[in-house]
């Protein structure tokens, strides 16, 4: 069963940074690519970034290119997100997730419980 635990949300103001970790278990981590998504009050589910089995490629939305950096370490079966000059619209669940860009992350079917990421003064 694939298992997927995201951690390292937070309360953090304008500007400042966090680093979101997703443990995964149940499944071969160094074999699938994986993505971040988020989701906003009464918003839909958005894609945020994506990154292959091996790390050697990314992806990322507009909103994100610059200030977000996914990266994962195959050898702890986790998945990290960077988020850098945070903005009051980031604010939102994150969700670790199976699968390599918009597409292949919106339709997983396999996401965690989410970590709260508030940006706020």
């Known amino acids: 069963e694939v298992q997927l635990m995201e951690s390292g949300g937070g309360l953090v103001q304008p500007g400042g940074s966090l680093r979101l970790s997703c443990e995964a278990s149940?499944?071969?981590?160094?074999?699938?690519?994986m993505s971040w998504v988020r989701q906003a009050p009464g918003e839909e589910l958005e894609w945020v970034s994506s990154i292959l089995s091996d790390g050697s490629r990314t992806l990322y939305a507009d909103s994100t290119k610059g200030r977000f950096t996914i990266s994962r370490d195959n050898a702890k079966n986790t998945l990290y997100l960077q988020l850098d000059s945070l903005k009051t619209e980031d604010t939102a669940m994150y969700y670790c997730?199976?699968?390599?860009?918009?597409?292949?992350?919106?339709?997983?079917?396999?996401r965690g419980q989410g970590t709260q990421v508030t940006v706020s003064s």
């Open positions: 149940g499944f071969t981590f160094g074999r699938v690519a």
């Open positions: 997730t199976t699968g390599w860009s918009s597409i292949g992350a919106l339709t997983s079917k396999s």
